[in-house]
Nanobody
């Protein structure tokens, strides 16, 4: 599946952004989709994921602020980011894998087969 991430931008601390991960080539509803981020000089880290059944997973630092969801009619997965902090600044990537499993495996970079190109989120203080 081909993925296109969008929605990044420059915002101030406390603002909100909604990232989109639009898929083409396959129906995304059967895929697990994850969002990852990579700040300059740091490794890519897991942010959130949604599996084929709609179960969601989050890294602790974004729980209560970020929400991952999917719109199957639009073949798109979203990451709603509220109360943004400067430490959320990074390039955000979406990734997908056709899989029917549960658990912490969704947080692993190596779990996913397909990746989008990334969208930059910059949060100023």
């Amino acid at each position: 599946v081909q993925l296109q991430a969008s929605g990044g931008g420059l915002v101030q601390a406390g603002d909100s952004l909604r990232l989109s991960c639009a898929a083409s080539g396959r129906t995304l509803s059967r895929y697990a989709v994850g969002w990852f981020r990579q700040a300059p000089g740091k490794e890519r880290e897991f942010v959130a994921a949604i599996n084929w059944s709609g179960t969601t997973y989050y890294i602790d630092s974004v729980k209560g602020r970020f929400t991952i969801s999917r719109d199957n009619a639009k073949n798109t997965v979203y990451l709603q980011m509220n109360s943004l902090k400067p430490e959320d600044t990074a390039v955000y990537y979406c990734a997908a894998k056709l899989a029917f499993v549960s658990g912490p495996i969704y947080s692993k970079v190596g779990f996913y087969d397909d990746w989008g190109q990334g969208t930059l989120v910059t949060v100023s203080s």
